[in-house]
């Protein structure tokens, strides 16, 4: 049996095409049922939902074999115990540093001030204003970061930006862009080598998907 874990929304939602490719489909639609372990159309595959900060934690301590997780999940677990293979291309959006527009935040960081910061993803915040020599003071949130500056909890933000709608609808604008971001396939150590006969295919139509993706439906 293959389990692959995937976390509800957009990831599952791009990864489905990705499944099909591989003639994998899912037959339970997560929206209607609250189970969390879904059933595919090949007896040796199945899909458990787990929180999107779970999946690298289920993978690589085998609670799933293979999971679909974000370059800025990953990069806040550590990737420790996880091999890499692929960057499927979904789920892509920034992780970016946003701001009050009234925040003169050029002028902040030429001065040298110390800057609060509030995110989720505190490894890459820190790494980044490490590397710019930027002092900060970092607020560690779970949730709702654009009101971080609107309370004075934080001058900045650091979050991940898609279309920009959130940031403009609570008057925020983005000054950096740190990194761009997409999801990526996650493969337990040991389940690579004691499942390759059934993993080895997946990868493989996976990658092909990649180069030729699917046609929506
Ligand atoms: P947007 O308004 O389209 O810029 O989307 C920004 C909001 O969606 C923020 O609250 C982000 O945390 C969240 N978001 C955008 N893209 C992703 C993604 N690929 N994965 C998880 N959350 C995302």
């Known amino acids: 049996m293959i389990t692959l874990a995937l976390s509800k929304g957009r990831i599952y939602d791009e990864t489905l095409p990705l499944l099909r490719a591989a003639g994998i489909e899912v037959l339970e639609d997560p929206e209607k049922s609250r189970k969390l372990i879904l059933s595919t159309n090949q007896p040796g595959v199945r899909v458990v939902l787990v929180r999107a900060t779970d999946v690298p934690?289920?993978?690589?301590?085998?609670?799933?074999d293979l999971g679909?997780?974000?370059?800025?999940?990953?990069?806040?677990?550590?990737?420790?115990?996880?091999?890499?293979?692929?960057?499927?291309?979904i789920a892509q959006c920034r992780?970016?540093?946003?701001?009050r527009a009234d925040f003169d935040y050029a002028r902040a960081v030429r001065q040298g001030s110390r800057l609060k910061v509030a995110t989720k993803y505190t490894a890459i915040a820190r790494e980044f204003f490490a590397s710019?020599?930027?002092?900060?003071?970092l607020i560690k949130?779970?949730?709702s970061m654009e009101l971080a500056p609107l309370t004075g909890l934080a001058d900045a933000i650091v979050d991940l930006v898609s279309t920009?709608?959130?940031?403009?609808?609570?008057?925020?604008?983005?000054?950096?862009?740190?990194?761009?971001?997409?999801?990526?396939?996650?493969?337990n150590q040991a389940a690579l080598k004691l499942k390759q006969r059934a993993i080895q295919p997946l990868l493989d139509a996976f990658s092909k998907a990649i180069i030729n993706p699917p046609v929506p439906t």
């Open 95 to 99: 992780m970016s540093v946003a701001v």
């Open 164 to 187: 920009g709608s959130t940031l403009k609808a609570n008057q925020l604008i983005e000054v950096e862009r740190i990194m761009d971001i997409s999801s990526r396939l996650v493969v």
């Open 68 to 89: 679909v997780t974000g370059k800025d999940t990953l990069i806040e677990h550590g990737g420790q115990g996880l091999y890499q293979p692929l960057d499927l291309q």
């Open 132 to 137: 710019k020599g930027v002092h900060v003071d």
């Open 57 to 64: 934690t289920y993978v690589e301590y085998g609670g799933a």
């Open 141 to 143: 949130l779970y949730g």
